[in-house]
DNA sequence: CAGAATTTTGACCAGTTGGAAAAATGTTAG
DNA sequence: CTAACATTTTTCCAACTGGTCAAAATTCTG
């Protein structure tokens, strides 16, 4: 039903010295070496995420973890021996993918397009990848002490250039002239939202219209919010360009 | 500097009996009658607000309350003989606080100045109660296990409410058309996002533009908004009507 | 198949957690 | 002042927590 995970795209051509168990030398966790490490180890992340999302780092058990995973503690530490490693390799993968969709938005394109596809992949991940979002937003709530490193260079290195890319288009007087970094912020949340407050969503919309339309509905309403707001305009203008 | 609590405006004109301890019959725990007994529950819900609001209820422990509200740990269950009980209290107080901005917002005022306040409220909320506000998202994200039922009772049926109203000024063309529900969605996302994600607003926009301005140009921004979109727009259309 | 390496298990441990009991210490009305 | 009640502290506990370890079971490789 749903898609499961993210994809790693983690392959890693060092071919490192092998046959050391798992467990590497400095406290590090390796990467997965033979077949069932790997296999192991995605069973891990995918119920760790589960987990974690749903509970905090420090309202997880490992245990938990582990029964999810359908295997005993001791065995879940043989291929992570600390907790807070499997939480650090969801974190570490997560906010490549969470950046992947503003990284997208190009410079060279037509801005309203640009800008309403990536509100479109957001609401998507919000949709296809929620326990990651929930993950994330976790962290978030908790002052982000595992990756605000991360959120301080990468991501802020991110926002910083999509944020020219929009003062730039203002410059051009392609899209109206406003603060482009809660700009990014407003569609950061309002997709977001989705996936983090989804039982307040589906709750107040009830069972009719929290169904599965709910986030064609969430797209159709963002489109309209940021491309004319709630002014109340004549009949039929032409609807943003660049169709699909 | 920063208000510290949500008054509870919970006088219960109702005397009781008294003289019983704060424990009492039925597991449920009595309203405070002494002077010492408010002002320590007082204490003890500050200090938990602080606790759960950063770590969820399950991350949090009753140790770390106490410690924070300078007292012992069966000291502190003495008033709250269940951790959970003080979880329920906060969260109970919490969502009459959080619906009230909403009931505000007035269907026989003028749409643009109601929604433009209904923000304002919102965003003031988030700049000063920012730890009621990552309480209520921790809730969220794990489920809202223990108020699904206030969600679904008391937050729909305000919602449903207020959609209406939205819709009449829809009707009578004095703003867009377009989902009122979503829209409500819209604006509790982009507030709340300043004080759930507060670590991250701050570290993207840097010491400069993250500092105590950051909520200011956050309102005028959602102004635009909410109000425009992104369409450029000629000079100087007249402002959402209705000052401050 | 044998031997080596890898994987899994069961027993265990020290620290933490939510909470109970009861004794000790205030506080206050009569 | 003192009995009755309210509050606080001390001590304790059973369940849970993250994590260790050695032995057993399994898988791989030649």
């Known amino acids: 039903m749903a898609p499961s995970k993210l994809k790693s795209a983690e392959t890693d051509a060092a071919p490192r010295r092998r046959r050391k168990s798992v467990v590497a030398v400095d406290g590090e966790t390796e990467r997965p070496v033979t077949r069932i490490q790997r296999e192991k180890q995605d069973i891990i992340l995918e119920a760790a995420l589960e987990v974690f999302s749903l509970h905090g780092f420090r309202g997880a058990t ?3 973890i582990a029964e999810r995973a359908g295997m005993s ?3 879940l530490l043989y291929y992570f021996p600390r907790k807070d490693e499997i939480h650090r390799r969801l974190i570490g993968q ?5 950046l992947a969709p503003l990284e997208e938005m ?4 037509d801005p309203f397009p640009e800008i309403r596809s990536y509100i479109r992949r957001k609401l998507e991940m919000a949709r296809d990848f929620p326990r990651e979002s929930r993950l994330f937003a976790n962290e978030m709530l908790q002052g982000a002490p595992r990756i605000i490193e991360m959120i301080e260079v ?3 290195n991110l926002v910083d250039e999509k944020a020219r890319v929009l003062l730039a288009w203002m410059d ?5 002239r406003t603060d482009p970094y809660h700009l990014i912020f407003s569609i950061w949340a309002t997709t977001q939202h989705y996936a983090d407050f989804d039982v307040q969503v589906r709750a107040v919309l009830g069972p009719g219209r929290g169904g599965e339309g709910r986030f ?11 491309l004319y707001g709630l002014t109340p305009r004549p009949r039929s203008i032409d609807k943003m360009s660049g169709k699909s």
């Open 73 to 75: 503690k001791p065995n």
């Open 172 to 176: 051009q007087g392609k899209i109206a």
């Open 216 to 226: 064609e509905d969430a797209a159709r309403y963002l489109e309209h919010l940021f």
């Open 106 to 109: 190009d410079a060279n394109g």
């Open 62 to 64: 490992i245990d938990q």
């Open 94 to 98: 997560l906010l490549k993918t969470w």
């Open 154 to 156: 990468d991501l802020k």
